[in-house]
């Protein structure tokens, strides 16, 4: 059918009207088919909406392009217009069917930033054929009029079948040959406006507006064809392999604790092992979507994890048969922690995975809006009334527009490969540097409202102003989380602490003025067992950093992050024990050796950081464990402080293992 619209040889007007019926009606089917298919998933697949979308708009403007042509039929021009969109609907239609059949439809960010690219191109292109309209209205020979007009026709022609195929093949330019469809547009139109501006300096027209024009023309054709390779199919989230990870962490925990105990160590295997199995098949989703050395990574890592399972079932039969082995209580607990590592590294690799996609997907939607702003705020410039700020609106859309062409440039390197950390940096760091000429073009956009009075474009402009702030502070906010897990969990970590001091001083404060008092009906021992526990999960936090340190340094964040959490608990013990000791002395001493135990413990974690960034150093690796025995000493001098049990030697041993440290690690740091 379209085809044969593209043919007027082969219709009349009559023909003609009743073939576009037809096509209207079977587009329509389309995209109510489409749109079923898209609500019956779960989630709803947005992306196949947008596509069928696509579609409908492509093929609107060729039948629109067939009524002007049913007008002058005998216009070859429109009536090669007319076949090229034909041609173009067709693969549109086609390619859409494809990528939806074989789940290979670009996301919704990359559609938006493809449509939004062409539009903004359309933008360009009109204000040159204002601003070559403008010189044409000066010149005097016939000849060279006639040679620009035919010019602007052909360039006008070329430019309407790009903005139509990059709209209509959006939703499949994952697929080559519309990449390439795209790309091939690109270059004809580039090649038009270029024959263009030669007839236009042979006419002695080359004014700086003109030129200006030109440029803009040709950066929007190279944000096009960057979009275009930036495009990316839709990434899963985590949540499922997240809440698997959260329950199998309890599992383990319960299991380590169930030592001895028949129907504990089944049952809480049993849950490992099938919280494990979730998490293995969630990663291998994920996995579907990566580039290749990533999808690798996160296969290897996910085999090493159902081995790791594959122990821990094997030691969990030994601990049932033999519950009072203490061997096997031992292989047990370490094949937890074998596994609680794997899992770790296995949902890292993923989460990273999704973290950087999401910083590609909210940059192309920053990208996308922001170019909507630029062409809005350009076209109603001449709409405000204050002459100062129609130019500073015009001033803002150039420097936003460059912003956006630099943005656009580093998402297609960052696309083009999710592995290269160097491009994942460069993107983050291009992103926040486009944030603040296009928030300057928003700001200057909301000065134009009060000097302008079209309420319809007022509203459009405002719009629009509207969408970017929303879009650029979503953008900033997750490159702020961009920093690696590591880092962040290291900082949390540390802040814990930081609180933890506080409120040991506090404690300090309250034990001078006599005002520290018991929570009602808490007694000593049942303080000394809150404190007894918090002691344990030090240990336990302790042993979990020096194994990430020696087997991985990919674990020393979140271990680092556990050990601030167990210091924190021990701040809240420590204020509990005080509170239900008489003896003054004995508080103080509390107070000092707790205070000793969180400089110990920011120690450890600030070598953990040391380490993390260097992994290898046999320096940094020895300051760690150095750290460690140091948190080790100050938790049992707190211990002894709590029972009235003189310390001196302990604190002693304290401070010298802390000033040792302290050297090693300004030597392997320096």
Known sequence: GMYQLGNQGLL????????????????????????????????????????????????????????????DPSTSLTKQGALDIAYGANIAATQFLEAAIKGRLADGTSQDLMIESARYLMSTLEQLVQEMGKGIDTLQDP??????????????????????????????????????LINNSCDTTSKSMAALMNKARDSGLNNAALLEAARRVQEAL???????????????????????????????????QSTGNKNAISANAKTTTSATHNIIISAKQIATFADPTTRANII?????????????????????????????????????????????????????????????????????????????ARQY??????????????????????????????????????????????????????????????????????????????????????????ALQRM???????????????EEALEQISATEADLDTIEFAIQSGSLAPMPGQSREDTLALLNMASKQINTAVERLKSAGKHSPKQLGPAAKETGYAVSQMGTAVKAVASTTADKPIQNKMVVTAKALTEAGKNLIECSKNLSSNPTNAALQQALLDAAQAVNFAMANLTAASRGFDSAILDEAVKAVLLQNSKVSRTSTA
């Open 476 to 490: 900033v906010d997750t490159c702020k989380k961009a920093q690696k897990s590591g880092e962040a969990d290291v």
């Open 381 to 470: 410039s001449g709409d405000v009334g204050d002459s100062a700020v129609s130019n500073q609106l015009l001033n803002s859309a150039s420097e936003a527009s460059d912003a956006i062409a630099r943005l656009v440039q580093a998402l297609m390197e960052a696309a083009k490969d999710a592995t290269n950390t160097e491009a994942q940096a460069r993107l983050v760091q291009v992103a926040q540097q486009a944030s603040v000429p296009c928030m300057a073009l928003v700001a200057t956009s909301k000065r134009g409202l009060t000097k302008m009075v079209d309420l319809e474009k007022k509203s459009d402009l405002k719009l629009a102003a509207e969408r970017v702030t929303e």
């Open 300 to 376: 290897a890592a996910a085999k090493l994890t159902a081995d790791a399972v594959t122990a821990l079932v094997n030691a969990a039969k030994d601990a049932n048969a033999n519950p009072l082995d203490p061997y096997a209580a031992k292989q047990l607990v370490a094949s937890a922690d074998t596994l609680e590592l794997s899992v770790t590294d296995l949902v890292d690799d993923a989460g990273r995975l999704i973290a950087l996609a999401k910083i590609r997907q909210d940059a192309k939607t920053a990208a996308a809006v922001s170019s909507s702003l630029v062409s809005i």
């Open 222 to 256: 190279a944000q096009l064809t960057n979009a275009s390779k930036c495009a990316e199919g839709e990434v899963p989230d985590l949540p499922e392999i997240k809440t698997a990870q959260e329950e199998l962490r309890q599992a383990l925990d319960a299991l380590r």
């Open 143 to 180: 000849s060279h009029k006639a040679a620009l007009l035919a010019g602007i026709k052909t360039l006008q022609h070329t430019a309407d079948m790009l903005g139509s195929t990059a709209v209509g093949l959006s939703s499949g330019i994952l697929i080559p040959e519309c990449r390439d």
């Open 12 to 71: 009349d007007r009559k023909g003609l009207d009743a073939q576009a019926r037809d096509l209207a009606l079977q587009v329509d089917k389309l995209v109510i088919a489409a749109r079923g298919a898209a609500l019956s998933g779960k989630p709803t697949n947005q992306g196949l909406i947008s596509a069928a979308k696509a579609v409908a708009d492509s093929i609107r403007s060729m039948l629109g392009l067939c009524d002007a042509m049913s007008d």
